[in-house]
């Protein structure tokens, strides 16, 4: 599934994805990330982006919140109580992934469900590719180290992986 986004979805996303990354450096949090080459703002903003796509297209509340620690909240809760985390991606390879969190760091408790979204900077839209239930991503077989430290990766094609259905 596909979402477009229009200028006002890219404004939106671009001052609350800064304002999150203040409120968070304000607090000393950052973000963990593979690719070095991109600020905290950038992938701030992506995530509010694919946020907002996902919450546009299965008509569920944004919350554009700008407090710091909001990875100890869900981005959305859907209309069954679902609490759901969205991960945004750039590159088309990416899969479904999450840092195993070290003691005292967000555990992902208050999670149900990982979504995935595939950003397309031209024309700018974004792709819903998938989610899986926390259980069957926080895993031990999908465990791996690429290099930052032990985190699950969950590729497209495996089955515990959902496709999006419209």
Not at 13 to 41: F, H, I, M, P, Y
């Amino acid at each position: 599934m596909y979402v477009a986004l229009i200028e006002t979805d890219q404004r939106l996303a671009e001052r609350t994805g800064r304002g999150r990354s203040a409120a968070s450096s304000a607090v000393g949090a950052r973000n963990k990330q593979l690719d070095w080459r991109r600020s905290n703002v950038e992938i701030h903003i992506d995530g509010v982006i694919g946020e907002i796509a996902f919450c546009r297209y299965y008509g569920l509340f944004f919350d554009e919140r700008v407090t710091p620690g909001g990875g100890r909240r869900p981005d959305v809760v859907d209309q069954y109580g679902n609490r759901i985390d969205v991960k945004a991606a750039r590159r088309p390879h990416d899969r479904l992934m999450l840092y195993l969190p070290k003691p005292g760091e967000n555990n992902y408790e208050n999670i149900d469900i990982f979504v995935l979204t595939r950003l397309h900077r031209y024309p700018p839209f974004v792709e819903i590719v998938g989610w899986a239930y926390k259980t069957d991503l926080m895993r031990a077989e999908n465990l791996q180290d690429v290099g930052y430290g032990p985190t699950y990766f969950l590729n497209e094609n495996d089955p515990r992986f959902h496709k999006m259905i419209p």
